[in-house]
């Protein structure tokens, strides 16, 4: 700590995730940036590559040394891709740096599922074990005081806050689960592809993963959690012509008689002192746009009678919510700080 502050490194500065992480921690009282660290171009000014950065942030990208980022900072964000936090977080929490890992290698407890979904070496058992997952509205009393969470990905954040109040109290079958989810391309990061490439994704709308997304295994493990059975999704992504945001569309099947006003009081008072959580009233759908740039994750709800399913939509900013916004939501929880310190961001709209 210098100045009561808290001394923050970032690892993975120079990608989506790490420059949002920027962006936030400008308007955090407690925080200094102590380090930018890139593993590929260290030495220049972070703002020479991002110049929406200049006279904001006067540093240098630091390499990637354990043990230097120990001297300058007290905790470190990774926003790597997967694979590097799995090999880099063990240095650093044994060089006494506390930990906040935004990418999946942490996030499943089972190894064996990791190194099936994500195509990697999982980490050791007692990392999986030793990590604690930082959903901040369902479990953020488990990370106070903890030295080492894993941030929760950008698909089961919008989702699993969109489920687990009515998985939790039985109305609806966990069996019976389908998840259509939709991100915007920043989501997928800032490295270049085929998939990502702008006469590829502009005026389309296309489908991945099915069925194979990585987040399948990261949504079941905390649905069979909160249910107490072992739960299975139908998950479906697809990548739509925008920038930031994710709608999670969700389909369940009733298990009583209720209507959008029960849900939308059985959530409302499940959230009630979660304020980045708004439960919208009867017939009014979130949008991406509404949450754009912010921490809020929007809820809304719709009941077919003849079908006797709920409709759950479920909006966030990947990005924020879904990645640096959460991150820093952790953070205050694991100081003990109040939770939205540095994130009271209005959306911005239009
Ligand atoms: N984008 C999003 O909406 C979300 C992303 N995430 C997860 O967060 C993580 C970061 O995502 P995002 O920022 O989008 O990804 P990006 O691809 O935009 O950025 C990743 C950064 O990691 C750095 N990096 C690459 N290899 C290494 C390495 N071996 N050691 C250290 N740093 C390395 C790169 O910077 P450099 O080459 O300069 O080192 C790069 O800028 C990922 O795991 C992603 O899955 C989670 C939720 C949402
Ligand atoms: C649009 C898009 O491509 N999104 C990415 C989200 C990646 C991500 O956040 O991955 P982890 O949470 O597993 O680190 C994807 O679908 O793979």
């Not at 009630?272 to 754009?292: C, I, L, Q």
Request: charged content about 20%; glycine content about 8%; overall charge negative.
């Amino acid at each position: 700590m210098t100045d009561n502050k808290l001394r923050v490194a970032i690892v993975g500065s120079t990608g989506y995730g790490g420059v949002e992480l920027i962006r936030l921690l400008q308007a955090h009282p407690y925080i200094e940036i102590a380090s930018v660290i890139s593993s590929s171009s260290s030495g220049v000014p972070i703002s020479d590559g991002f110049p929406h950065l200049t006279n904001i942030v006067a540093k240098n990208l630091d390499g990637v040394d354990p043990a230097e980022i120990a001297q300058a900072a007290d905790l470190v964000f990774t926003a790597t891709p997967s694979g590097v936090s799995a090999k880099l977080v063990p240095e650093l929490l044994a060089a006494g740096l506390k930990v906040i890992d935004l990418s999946g290698d942490f996030r499943l407890k089972d190894g064996a599922a990791y190194e099936q979904w994500y195509k990697h070496p999982a980490p050791s058992s007692e990392l999986l074990e030793k990590a604690v997952y930082g959903l901040c509205e369902v479990f953020g009393e488990d990370v106070k005081g903890v030295d080492f969470i894993s941030n929760p990905g950008c698909y089961p954040t919008a989702t699993l806050l969109g489920l687990i109040p009515a998985i939790s109290a039985g109305w609806i079958d966990p069996a019976s689960l389908i998840i259509d989810a939709k991100s915007g391309v920043s989501g997928a990061g800032r490295g270049t592809s085929l998939m990502t490439h702008f006469a590829e994704i502009n005026e389309n709308f296309k489908a991945y993963k099915v069925n194979k997304h990585q987040h399948i295994p990261e949504i079941e493990q905390v649905l069979s959690q909160v249910s107490g059975e072992p739960v299975t999704v139908t998950f479906t992504t697809h990548l739509v012509p925008m920038t930031r945001g994710i709608m999670s569309t969700m389909y369940a099947a009733l298990k009583g008689s209720y209507t959008e006003e029960d849900f939308i009081e059985l959530y409302r008072e499940y959230y009630k002192d979660r304020r980045f959580v708004r439960v919208r009233d009867n017939g009014v759908w979130p949008a991406t746009k509404e949450v754009s740039g912010s921490n809020y994750c929007d809820i809304g709800f719709a009941v077919d009678a003849r079908t006797n399913r709920l409709t759950v939509i479920s909006v966030i900013d990947n990005v924020v919510k879904g990645a640096a916004g959460q991150a820093i939501q952790n953070l205050n929880l694991m100081m003990g700080w109040e939770e939205s310190l540095g994130l009271t961001f209005t959306p911005v709209y239009p």
